[in-house]
Every structure is written in C-alpha cells, then in structure tokens.
Nanobody
Framework: EVRLVESGGGLVQPGGSLRLPCAAS????????MTWVRQAPGKGLEWVST????????YYADSVKGRFTISRDNAKNTLYLQLNSLKTEDTAIYYC???????????RGQGTQVTVSS
C-alpha cells in the first residue's frame, strides 16, 4: 500500500520558518521523482517544488524560489520542504506527491496545514 504522510505544519508568524517532512512507503522512493504541491483556501492545486531521484536537480515555482528548499533522504524514505521567510500568501495545505504531472500528481498524502498569520 502506498503511503505518503506529511507532518510539521502549524501556525507561524510572517517571516518565520517551518520544516515539513513526508514519510513515504509502499513504493520505491529512491527511484521516484518527488514533488510538493499546495492548496490555499478556495483555490486550486499549485505546484511548489520537485526534486529528482538522487536529489541533484531541484525545481521551484517562482512564488517560492529563494525561500523554500526541497530535499530528500533516500535512506530514510523521507522527503522534506524547508519553508523560510514565510508570507501570509503561503497559507495552504501542503502535500507531498508523485506520478502524473508536477501540477497534477497522481498520488499525494493527506497534507499538512501551514498557516502564516500575525
């Protein structure tokens, strides 16, 4: 059974930081390109970042470039997203995902809520 379990979300003030881990199981994580997407209240799914199999190639949406960092630990089957310099517009449910396209992945977890507010 494929499982993607995100955690690390919460309430943070503008300018703050969070680190989101995603524990993966049920598929060959080390052979899978992984993606983070998010969904803000009342909006559609938005692609955030993608990382290649070995973690060398990383891609970011313009809205998060320079503030977010994607990484992975293939030995632990875990994907990460480091969120720095958070803005109110980063408020969303964050999902780790794979398959399909970067912006419309086939598989994603239950998500973790990130709320940026003063």
């Amino acid at each position: 059974e494929v499982r993607l379990v995100e955690s690390g979300g919460g309430l943070v003030q503008p300018g703050g930081s969070l680190r989101l881990p995603c524990a993966a199981s049920g598929f060959t994580f080390s052979s899978t390109t992984m993606t983070w997407v998010r969904q803000a209240p009342g909006k559609g799914l938005e692609w955030v970042s993608t990382i290649s199999l070995g973690g060398v190639n990383k891609y970011y949406a313009d809205s998060v470039k320079g503030r977010f960092t994607i990484s992975r630990d293939n030995a632990k089957n875990t994907l990460y997203l480091q969120l720095n310099s958070l803005k109110t517009e980063d408020t969303a449910i964050y999902y780790c995902a794979y398959g399909g396209t970067w912006s419309a992945p086939e598989n994603r977890g239950q998500g973790t809520q990130v709320t940026v507010s003063s």
